[in-house]
């Protein structure tokens, strides 16, 4: 397993509930990623945060809603989802959201299911 | 538009030959290019990266990876494959342009099995 952890590792839903996916990194980054990963897709980038301090938002609907409390913790807090919102969601971190050379360590992913 | 295709969905290869998983990009400034591998039910997991300096980048598990800036290229290969190399791989690549360094964007995966 990587320094990177992520809770719960699956979760399922009604359309009408409200709940939050946790990740927590131990490797002393500076930049967290929430990434979804849908099946024939490719990897989207959802919110990036860098000093607790988000950089990013890459057209995601409001449902979703993301939280960084400090470096080392980043939330996705979810309620009214959609069936088509079932995905498996990454979280990532880096040294630094600029690096370009600085390679990504995931967590796990929790398997989301909307029902 | 930016972008990186991986052309095959699914290779196949025999335990103990050659494998190659094949990646293009298309950016504009220089690129940043990477290769992870994903386990069943589990995150990505960093390979090798190519920045500049050495074509040939050598990674994790014996992998290694050449860049081919005329072919805009960076294929994944190993020398024997074991069956324990079966798994999703993606491709991924960053640029800089203008003095700017943009996300991070991934292939849509390549289904690695190697068959005993």
């Known amino acids: 397993e990587t320094g990177v952890t992520q809770t719960p590792r699956h979760l399922v839903m009604g359309m009408t509930n409200k709940k939050s996916l946790k990740c927590e990194q131990h490797?002393?980054?500076?930049?967290m990623y929430w990434y979804k990963q849908s099946a024939k897709k490719p990897l989207e980038l959802m919110f990036v945060?860098?000093?607790?301090?988000?950089?990013e938002n890459n057209s995601v609907p409001s449902r979703f809603s993301p939280e960084c409390p400090n470096s080392s913790h980043l939330f996705l807090h979810l309620h009214t989802l959609q069936p088509e919102d079932s995905a498996l969601y990454l979280c990532?971190?880096?040294?630094?959201?600029?690096?370009?050379?600085?390679?990504?360590?995931f967590g796990p992913g929790t398997r989301l299911t909307v029902l | 538009a930016q972008s990186v295709a991986q052309p095959e969905d699914q290779v196949n290869v025999a335990e103990g030959n050659p494998l190659t998983v094949k990646c293009t990009y298309s950016?504009?400034?220089?690129?940043?290019l990477f290769w992870y591998v994903q386990y069943p039910n589990r995150g990505l997991q960093f390979l090798l990266k190519?920045?500049?300096?050495?074509?040939l980048v050598k990674g994790s598990y014996g992998f290694e990876a050449e860049f081919n800036k005329s072919q805009t290229s960076f294929h994944l290969k190993k020398p024997s494959a074991l069956v324990s190399d079966s798994a999703l791989y993606f491709c991924?690549?960053?640029?800089?342009?203008?003095?700017?360094?943009?996300?991070?964007?991934f292939g849509t995966g390549t289904l690695l099995a190697v068959q005993p």
């Open positions: 990532a971190s880096s040294p630094r959201a600029s690096g370009g050379g600085d390679e990504q360590f």
């Open positions: 991924a690549v960053r640029w800089v342009y203008g003095g700017a360094t943009n996300k991070l964007i």
């Open positions: 490797l002393g980054h500076n930049a």
């Open positions: 950016v504009s400034g220089n690129p940043y």
């Open positions: 945060y860098n000093f607790k301090e988000q950089t």
């Open positions: 190519y920045i500049t300096g050495d074509n």
